[in-house]
């Protein structure tokens, strides 16, 4: 096993008792950006200038690691865990789990989701890949970090502010985004309300408020 320093440029290698191997690649932290563009701002502005606010999914990759790294902290100092080779390794949005058997690699699945919640990723931008055969006898499983508003998910949030039938409101896909906008602030602070309520599966976040 190659040691901290050694492979590829850009990761970070964490190993302990157990046979236990966190990997993280490095990720641009993802920020938060504050409401309202400035005049140098290269993104598009809204249709005709009205108040607007953008829709997005993001996953703040920084805390994603924090958990890996607590997950891994306690993989190495449980007694269930001893000897299983189970490992979780992160590199740009995917993290691979391995372990010794499927019942280890379920617990080892636990102990994820549950530092991914202390540390607030929310688990609708996890999802799971099937479980796997690996090399000597070991098991695997891809979890994937979801990030951005897929075409699918778009256009069904789409279909929901139309619904809303909010006069004047209206949406455009940019990217994996969305950008909404309005004729009247309250239409648009209605519509923030409506999306947080609705539950489209994927965790959503409201940027860019400008009136």
Not at 11 to 17: E, N, V, W, Y
Not at 66 to 95: C, M, P, W, Y
Not at 99 to 115: D, G, I, W
């Amino acid at each position: 096993m190659k040691g901290p320093g050694h492979g590829d440029q850009g990761l970070r290698s964490f190993s302990g008792p157990g046979w236990v191997r966190t990997i993280v690649a490095s990720a641009t932290v993802l920020q938060t950006v504050s409401f309202g563009l400035s005049d140098t701002d290269p993104r598009p502005r809204s249709i005709s200038g009205m108040p607007s606010f953008d829709v997005v999914s993001q996953v703040d990759m920084q805390e994603v690691r924090n958990a890996l790294d607590q997950a891994h902290r306690e993989v190495v100092n449980r007694f269930d865990f001893k000897g299983t080779e189970s490992t979780l390794e992160l590199t740009g949005h995917e993290i691979e789990l391995h372990s010794n058997t499927e019942q280890k690699l379920k617990a080892l699945v636990q102990v994820l989701e549950e530092k991914l919640v202390r540390r607030n990723v929310p688990l609708k931008a996890v999802s799971y890949g099937k479980v796997a055969e690996a090399a000597r006898g070991m098991v695997r499983q891809t979890v994937t970090l979801n990030v951005g508003i897929s075409d699918e998910k778009a256009r069904e949030i789409n279909k929901f502010l139309k619904g809303l039938s909010l006069k004047g409101v209206q949406s455009q896909v940019q990217g994996d985004q969305l950008r909404v906008s309005g004729k009247k602030k309250d239409d648009l602070q209605g519509a923030i309300a409506a999306l947080r309520d609705h539950d489209f599966g994927i965790p959503l976040q409201f940027l860019n408020f400008r009136d």
